[in-house]
């Protein structure tokens, strides 16, 4: 098990970006992932991934606009995030890295499409738009809600999107686990880091591209050795749309881990890490 991470900074176009790492700097760039957290988290959400992948080093950076960071000045859409992750790795000299996103991470990956990185991962991956995906209905009324509180006074709207309320019916929507101790832990981390984000506008600009993007329309794009680890019971990217995303990624192999659904950062990190070494232990040195 890897040790807690360091918190380091680097600079970038002008502001300092946070992030945390995991193992030393001395591990080679082959085993070195940078990991991209999912919408309205924060680089702790993928901590106990990290911690798995013994003898990595792993850099997680804050996604702009979440866990106290600012939002892009540019504004908060895939496209100008893509170019951040771009910017980051450059920033660090990062090249022939793996490069991994979990969620809305998995579109911002997607998106930038890195061409020298030596894999790309991604977990729990977005397959199809949600406003397209299994549950369309929802995700138009999340939609709605959200712009309702872009358009309330300041302190309805963040009430709107930060209640506990809110919070509770998506984790329990969400986590699938029967361990009712690890439900709890889920919970609170939600409690904690759900709300994190900085404006109101910078989270509902990403949570728009949120149910609009996707990763299947930058599938063709992807032309790096790829893992997709994804959940048997994901509601919100099916193992069929899951299925069909891998066969439009050449040199992609699926990974479907059973009994869990769009948390696998959080129920089964351990599996996720195995998933992820036996894959990078199988390709060129």
Not at 4 to 23: D, F, H, K, N
Not at 242 to 254: C, W
């Given at each position: 098990m890897?040790a807690?991470?360091?918190l380091?900074t680097?600079?970038?176009?002008g502001r300092?970006q946070i992030?945390?790492?995991?193992?030393?700097p001395?591990?080679?760039?082959?085993?070195?992932?940078v990991m991209?957290?999912g919408?309205?988290?924060?680089?702790?959400?993928l901590?106990?991934i990290?911690?798995?992948?013994?003898?990595f080093?792993?850099?997680?950076?804050?996604?702009p606009?979440?866990?106290?960071?600012?939002?892009?000045a540019?504004?908060?859409?895939?496209?100008?995030?893509?170019?951040?992750?771009?910017?980051?790795?450059?920033?660090?000299g990062?090249?022939?890295h793996?490069?991994?996103g979990?969620?809305f991470?998995s579109?911002?990956?997607?998106?930038?499409?890195?061409t020298?990185?030596r894999?790309?991962?991604?977990?729990?991956?977005?397959?199809?738009?949600?406003n397209?995906?299994?549950?369309?209905v929802?995700?138009?009324?999340a939609e709605?809600?959200?712009?309702?509180?872009?358009?309330?006074?300041?302190?309805?709207?963040?009430?709107i999107l930060?209640?506990?309320?809110?919070?509770r019916?998506?984790?329990?929507?969400?986590?699938?686990?029967?361990n009712?101790?690890l439900?709890?832990?889920?919970?609170?981390?939600h409690?904690?880091?759900?709300?994190?984000?900085?404006?109101?506008?910078?989270?509902?600009?990403a949570?728009?591209?949120?149910?609009?993007r996707?990763?299947?329309?930058?599938?063709?794009?992807?032309t790096?050795?790829?893992?997709?680890?994804?959940?048997?019971?994901?509601?919100?990217a099916?193992?069929?749309?899951?299925?069909?995303?891998a066969?439009?990624?050449?040199n992609?192999?699926?990974?479907?881990?059973?009994?869990?659904?769009?948390?696998?950062?959080?129920?089964q990190?351990?599996?996720?890490a195995?998933?992820?070494?036996?894959?990078?232990?199988?390709?060129?040195?």
């Amino acid at each position: 098990m890897t040790a807690g991470p360091s918190l380091r900074t680097v600079a970038m176009c002008g502001r300092e970006q946070i992030y945390a790492e995991y193992g030393s700097p001395e591990i080679d760039a082959q085993h070195t992932i940078v990991m991209v957290h999912g919408l309205r988290g924060t680089w702790q959400g993928l901590d106990r991934i990290a911690r798995a992948l013994t003898g990595f080093r792993v850099l997680i950076p804050a996604l702009p606009g979440f866990g106290g960071t600012p939002d892009l000045a540019a504004g908060d859409s895939v496209h100008n995030y893509a170019a951040w992750l771009t910017e980051f790795v450059g920033a660090l000299g990062l090249t022939g890295h793996v490069i991994l996103g979990h969620s809305f991470g998995s579109i911002i990956v997607a998106e930038a499409a890195a061409t020298d990185v030596r894999a790309t991962i991604l977990v729990n991956p977005v397959a199809v738009a949600a406003n397209n995906g299994p549950h369309p209905v929802s995700a138009r009324a999340a939609e709605g809600l959200y712009r309702l509180a872009q358009v309330l006074p300041e302190k309805a709207g963040n009430w709107i999107l930060r209640t506990p309320i809110h919070t509770r019916i998506m984790s329990v929507t969400m986590a699938k686990t029967d361990n009712p101790e690890l439900r709890r832990w889920i919970h609170r981390q939600h409690d904690n880091f759900y709300g994190s984000y900085t404006t109101r506008a910078g989270v509902g600009e990403a949570f728009s591209e949120s149910v609009h993007r996707s990763v299947g329309e930058n599938a063709a794009r992807i032309t790096t050795p790829t893992l997709l680890i994804a959940g048997e019971r994901d509601d919100v990217a099916t193992p069929s749309d899951q299925q069909r995303l891998a066969h439009s990624i050449a040199n992609s192999e699926l990974v479907v881990l059973p009994n869990v659904g769009h948390l696998i950062h959080y129920e089964q990190p351990g599996a996720a890490a195995a998933a992820i070494v036996d894959f990078l232990d199988r390709l060129p040195k």
